[in-house]
């Protein structure tokens, strides 16, 4: 399997990372990741070029990382600046390599590919994460199957009427207006829902609203990052409000068949009712967690292996903007490589 | 590995299929089982050929089942018969493999190969399991370990008396008189044992009786199902009344390295008692769970891989009829294998 | 992987064995080791030669072991003296393996090669473990990583600083004076650690003592056996006491991933004391258990394969004494191999 390296892939909230360093593999490679004294987001490579063992088990001092096996401390340029032994050598082979990071929206984004090449290049901006006006709720979970399934699960949200009542109520998908987009490097699967019964979901948010046009549109952008305006006209009065609850949905594969999956849902309404935030996380969660997961990992086991167009499947109009996505990621990594070949 | 493919399986007993449906797998090959409407038995293949979700975590809708994912619904000739999605196409690509099944004494058998040979074939008769006569008791399980080392454990059952005390006694397998019989497409391991203590098994049926000729002869017949014909002869009277527990001991590989293991044992005294039930079901499932089992797996494990004979084994008198049906199923294999080439 | 065939490995501690029979598996081959009625140790192949049961699941009778599953029982020359079945026929077939043992200083030494070159050779000698003058403790462990970071690890004991706060107190690491000694086949790493406090493992057998001069001397003989001079000299007084714990590490390569880790420590001092054997057997037990094993598995988890140096590891002046017993090791697998071929 070979991944578009360079990319900025989502690599954690801000939260999750603190003075305690925490592992995490991207793209098959140990990671260490850590915030300095200043507070700065540091990524090495999770080995110690000495003798191999991982320095997220070893312990931050100041702006620099202690392997935990020879106490060799390295700084956040990657460089060992203490070696406690003997007359303290540090030959320039002592020296791990550090991954370019930056922090947006909330996310904090890793670089796995060429170092000179990250500069130029910046992740989606999300703007609505972060800016004064939404309220934002988020979460993550760990997916045990090859992410372009996941990207294919979002991609086509016919499932949710059969995988996800909370979202989608029973008779739904017969009703989808759907429609692929394709704008630059942005893919986009458009799905209209015109004149349904309000949803559970969107209860949450105007509890007297009975009939709606609901929409789901997802916009993907390589290698798995996606923009979901899930949204509502109300159909009651004339004042056809609109409410929404837009996402993102931000996928970095572990390996080829795990899947770091990190989620964030936004709103204007209600921005202050605890009980929504409960709702939203528990429903979301459990959608993600307890619905789409195990799913999407069944899918992996009968598949086997990640070629999904080696086994032929019998693909319907729903599946445009996958098939797409596939293809257009399926060419960046050919470009990819044949820019390193040449 | 190869498996037999044009043969009749076990697939399961009868009560093991329902309006639920259950996954299976058989010869490697992933299968979903249920019933329709009508009670009639299905089976497809338990992936579906749209996005690869098992069927087996849908639900059955009258004489179809809707996959889970996209509620596509396949009836049992495996054609799409509903998409719920846009317009409903159903293009032909939209179907799902089918195994022909059919029902015998108490048994659904599967075939894995190709249909069209099914029709000229049967699965052998063992018509004492549903017959009025006999009470019959039946169970299954499963063994890690490849389906030919479990026909070689019960081809050659001198091991009882190192693993069954329940049903051989200490000393028994030196008294036992072996020989092999070849009778057509069966191969039989003949054990008898003459002017023995009668043994805790037929004490449960005959329990006066002190001294007995005792019987165990198993008839193989490819790929892996045997006719057991346990029994004895009293010798305490003149009337030398004969008592047998018949059984059926019929295995389908899962995978190489695993079996699906069905048995089924019958009788004519004692028929309305539930202690003799109760001792015959728990006395055959410790025997063949917890002692076959555990040391059939323990010989997987010691073997590796599964070809015996690579291994240089010592084989002994009492091995005839296994390593003969071996032989014999590697002929059908290879037959089976050149058909199909030629 | 190849391992060293031609060489004794430790198999067990004297009390390991008993007239229960056990399996444990060296250089890849499961053996069963168990003793005789004369209290002889034996070794076989633990795989009945007949249908590939383990042994090691039999019974020992008198001086011989009955394979659990058809009731062959083999002596402790492999031969067969007893086959219960039919006419007890006994092809020369119907033989297993035996490994040459030999038992010194506690240990039980197995030899894994070719039997032919057992009888010139024997083990390291290390009385001190059984001689009238010292109180020796022992133990063992299983270590998730190739035998070779174990010795990696016990070449260079600088890493005690890091992980074993008991044996190296805070800040020693910078004061050892590392040197690598070659001497005949013995290759030997020298920590000398002058002028520091007494230690928690010191002051359990000369408590008063407030200042010494320490050392931690291994010496490593092929294929993984170590003697381990841990001491001090005291430097409060003129008298300039000496105190040591005087120690064996003995590695066997279970699997290319795995190594059966047995170890011993006596001492001169305080040889009556239930609490410095507690102290010592619970200390020792939390190093070698709970921060040596889980580091050197991580390190073998990051380094995927066994070959260190193919990884390009950045190493320093205290892996002197590693480095050339791996290089050694590899010469004499080199010439073993050549010998084999010639």
């Known amino acids: 399997m070979t991944f578009l390296k360079n990319a900025w892939y989502a690599a954690g909230w801000e939260e999750d990372l603190s003075g305690d360093p925490i592992a995490r593999t991207f793209l098959n490679e140990p ?5 300095d004294s200043t507070g700065a987001a540091v990524a090495l490579a999770d080995r110690c070029p000495h003798r191999f063992a991982p320095l997220s088990l070893g312990k931050v001092e100041g702006d620099a990382i202690r392997c935990p096996y020879h106490g060799l401390v390295f700084d956040k340029g990657g460089a060992c600046v203490r070696n406690p032994h003997g007359k303290g050598a540090r030959p320039s082979s002592l020296s791990v390599r550090t991954y370019p990071l930056l922090t947006q929206n909330g996310m904090i984004w890793i670089w796995m590919g060429d170092k000179e090449l990250a500069g130029g290049s910046r992740p989606p901006a999300y703007d609505f994460l972060t800016d004064n006006e939404h309220k934002t709720l988020h979460g993550s979970l760990h997916v045990r199957a090859n992410y372009e399934l996941v990207t294919d699960n979002l991609l086509d949200l016919s499932h949710a009427e059969f995988l996800h009542p909370f979202i989608m109520p029973e008779g739904v998908a017969s ?97 202050d009712d605890q009980r929504v935030d409960d709702a939203i996380l528990a429903g979301f969660s459990n959608a993600f967690e307890n619905e789409d997961e195990p799913m999407i990992r069944a899918v992996q086991e009968r598949m086997g292996g990640v070629n999904l167009f080696e086994l032929d499947p019998a693909l319907l109009p729903m599946d445009e903007a996958s098939v797409r996505a596939r293809r257009e990621l399926a060419r960046l990594i050919r470009n990819e490589q044949e820019s390193a070949a040449g």
């Not at 990671?31 to 915030?35: A, D, G, Y």
């Not at 429609?179 to 007297?208: K, Y």
């Not at 006209?233 to 594969?253: F, K, N, Y």
Request: charged content about 25%.
């Open 31 to 35: 990671v260490v990741l850590f915030r």
């Open 175 to 271: 009703t989808i207006k759907y429609s692929c987009l394709v704008e630059g490097d942005t893919i986009g699967a458009i799905h209209e829902m015109p004149d349904q019964d309000n949803t559970p979901l969107f209860r949450l948010l105007m509890p007297d609203v009975r009939r709606i046009d609901g929409r789901a549109n997802n916009f993907w952008r390589a290698p798995a990052n996606m923009y979901l305006d899930v949204g509502m006209r109300e159909l009651d009065s004339g004042e056809r409000r609109d409410c929404a609850i837009p996402q993102v949905h931000l996928l970095t594969p572990e390996t080829e068949f795990s899947t770091h999956y990190f989620w964030a849902a936004a709103r204007l309404l209600a921005k």
